[in-house]
């Protein structure tokens, strides 16, 4: 039922809200957003719309114990209908528990200005906020004055189970595992982080999508899953390697696994997915696997019609495993990251498990196993890492190119920008790695992220490359990566230009932007950018709109039908009420 003006009702016992990376991106003439400031890696736009997994995970286990869970990507659903106003969202939430995800940093600015205006519209709903981020930062997030509760957990199905039911039935929240929360004098309570499964998660239910909007052009179908929580490796610069997840999680297996019955459940759930043949299934962290259970898991797949599969893999997948993968029926891609060609730097960065002979010598050998395609990425912003040795990454990969042109072999250059993952190994003693750290806290990267420059975004740099030094070199070095498979008729020459182009243009216009931000007084820097205004918004139009690209296929496809565009009512519906407009339509994306 539509509504006068509003939406119909959205009513659940527990809504998991994604929200944007930042808020209100929509308004903002202060906020610039560049081509490519995503890095590239995968189709999202600068708002990140990829929820966690655990979002479908928990509506499955609390839907079969009678719980209503909906699910709502704010950041899809904001940037398909620009005209809608947010408050009608707010206004049309029956609910009364909003779970907010803080898993990736890079959505701390929206999450708590998400948070807090929801506070603010509907006081009678609990904002709880759950994910990696939120385990670390536990303590400092719930004395935000708009945060209720904090779930810890890599694995918080029961938990959850447990604070809803209490929610429910009025009872105190006390005895609730891994939970802080507020009690009636608005302090601070920490429960016991007890609830440390051996096992992680429950399987995904994958064979209903999510209903959107008529997609127009090449829409994105994947589905996505991972067999394990934590990781069995150390990589210095990542938030998620063994020492950072016992340093989050307080627990001493740095590794949770998908139980067997559970990982059967998603297979089979892949097999009911209509046009399941259609489908691309992104397998993560499939490294962290023992072979012999990555052999089961592939022969699983066998069973199902999904068009492609892509396994990431730390080490070069041994012959066995390789024949396995090519005798799918699916396409197969693998992905490895050695991060960079030289092998010091690569060690420095946790990997260096191979040669680049080895490595050379092993890419024949997975193509002619029916390996359908291999990507391989380099890193910007490593230990030891200076401009040189990135440049000579891309010569590396241009060489790569030349050599096995024709054949499936993609090296991808990714800068890691803007954030060091809070938590990683470098981020606790970035001295100790040659880095130097400019946000530590909640508050400090919520600020951080409010800057006009991307420059001025990064929360770190290194004794080799300077916070501006990583973002130009990681640009160049896309950029002259892109050329090179130009060069080799790998991607047409004419969408390769428009990408450069966009590139260059994102660093020149970065300079003007910088340059007013880097001003020490507030008011001045606010008097320098207000000319830009007009820019800033006429170039964050051209990335966020409902398009995405990246840099394995560069050219824009229509967001809606990606397995986290959970919009939360039917199309009709919201076209009706973004047709009303939102406050100030004049400044918003059109
Ligand atoms: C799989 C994965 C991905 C997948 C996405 C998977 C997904 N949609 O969930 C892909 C490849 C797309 C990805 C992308 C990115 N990733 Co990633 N990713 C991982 C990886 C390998 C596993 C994380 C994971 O899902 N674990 C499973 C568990 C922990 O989570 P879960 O089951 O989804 O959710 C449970 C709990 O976390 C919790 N929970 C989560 N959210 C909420 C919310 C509420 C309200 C509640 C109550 C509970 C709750 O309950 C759930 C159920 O039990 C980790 C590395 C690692 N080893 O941990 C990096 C990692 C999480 N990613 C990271 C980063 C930086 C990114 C990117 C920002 C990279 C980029 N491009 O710049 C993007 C962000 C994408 C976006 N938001 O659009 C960092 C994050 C560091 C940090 N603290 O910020 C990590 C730690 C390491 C890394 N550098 O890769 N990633």
Not at 113 to 126: F, M
Not at 498 to 506: F, G, H, N, S
């Amino acid at each position: 039922m539509v509504q006068s003006g509003g939406l119909s009702p959205l009513r659940a016992d527990l809504l998991l809200l994604h929200a944007p990376a930042v808020f209100e991106f929509r308004r903002r003439r202060d906020l610039y957003f560049p081509f490519l400031g995503t890095s590239g890696d995968v189709p999202i736009t600068p708002l990140y719309e990829y929820f966690p997994v655990g979002f479908k995970t928990l509506q499955r286990f609390l839907g079969e114990r009678d719980f209503d869970v909906k699910l709502l990507n704010l950041a899809s659903l904001l940037v398909r209908y620009p005209n809608l106003d947010v408050e009608k969202v707010f206004a049309a939430l029956d609910v009364p528990v909003v779970g907010i995800d803080l898993h990736w940093m890079i959505h701390v600015q929206g999450a708590l200005e998400v948070a807090e205006r929801l506070k603010r519209a509907r006081p009678d709903i609990k904002i709880l906020l759950g994910g990696i981020s939120s385990t670390y930062y536990a303590d400092e997030l719930i004395r935000y004055p708009f945060i209720d509760l904090v779930m810890r957990g890599y694995d918080t199905h029961e938990p959850m189970l447990d604070l809803l039911a209490r929610i429910k039935s009025g009872q105190k929240l006390d005895g609730v595992q891994n939970l802080l929360f507020k009690n009636g004098f608005g302090s601070p309570v920490e429960n016991e982080f007890g609830h440390k499964p051996e096992t992680y998660g429950c399987g995904i239910d994958w064979s209903t999508q999510p209903v959107t909007p008529k997609v127009k052009g090449f829409p994105i179908r994947e589905i996505l899953s991972t067999q394990n929580a934590g990781c069995a490796y150390n990589c210095p610069w990542c938030g998620g390697s063994r020492d950072a997840f016992r340093r989050i999680f307080g627990k001493k297996r740095a590794m949770a696994r998908k139980p067997d019955t559970e990982i059967s459940y998603e297979i089979d759930s892949m097999r009911r997915l209509a046009n399941a043949s259609n489908y691309h299934f992104y397998s993560v962290g499939s490294y962290n696997e023992s072979k012999e259970r990555l052999l089961w898991f592939i022969k699983e797949l066998g069973t199902t019609e999904l068009k492609s599969v892509s396994f990431e893999q730390f080490h070069l997948t041994p012959p066995d495993v390789l024949r396995a993968m090519g005798q799918l029926p699916s396409r197969v891609s693998i992905t490895l990251s050695p991060e960079s060609h030289d092998p010091v730097i690569a060690k420095h960065s946790g990997r260096g498990v191979y040669s680049n002979e080895e490595l050379e010598a092993w890419l024949p050998i997975a193509i002619e196993a029916g390996i359908h395609a291999i990507d391989i990425w380099f890193f910007v912003g490593m230990p030891h890492q200076t401009e040189a040795s990135c440049h000579a990454t891309v010569d590396y990969a241009a060489h790569l190119l030349e050599k096995f042109k024709g054949q499936p072999v993609n090296p991808m250059v990714c800068p890691m920008i803007p954030f060091l993952d809070p938590a990683s190994n470098i981020f606790e003693n970035p001295e100790d790695y040659g880095y130097r750290v400019f946000f530590r806290t909640v508050e400090q990267h919520r600020r951080g992220m409010e800057r006009a420059s991307l420059i001025n975004r990064m929360n770190y740099e290194t004794k080799w490359l300077s916070r501006s030094d990583l973002v130009r070199v990681g640009f160049d070095c896309v950029a002259r990566l892109m050329q090179a498979k130009a060069a080799v008729g790998m991607l047409p020459n004419a969408a390769v230009n428009r990408y450069c182009e966009k590139i260059t243009d994102a660093w020149s216009f970065l300079q003007a932007v910088h340059e007013a931000d880097s001003l020490e007084n507030p008011k001045d820097r606010a008097l320098a950018l207000d000319p830009l205004g007009d820019e800033i918004m006429r170039r964050n139009d051209l990335v966020l709109f409902s398009g995405v690209a990246n840099q394995a296929l560069p050219v824009n496809r229509q967001i809606g039908g990606r397995w986290f565009d959970e919009l939360g009512w039917e199309p009709n519906e919201l076209d009706h009420v973004a047709a009303m407009g939102a406050p100030d339509s004049s400044t918003l994306v059109g």
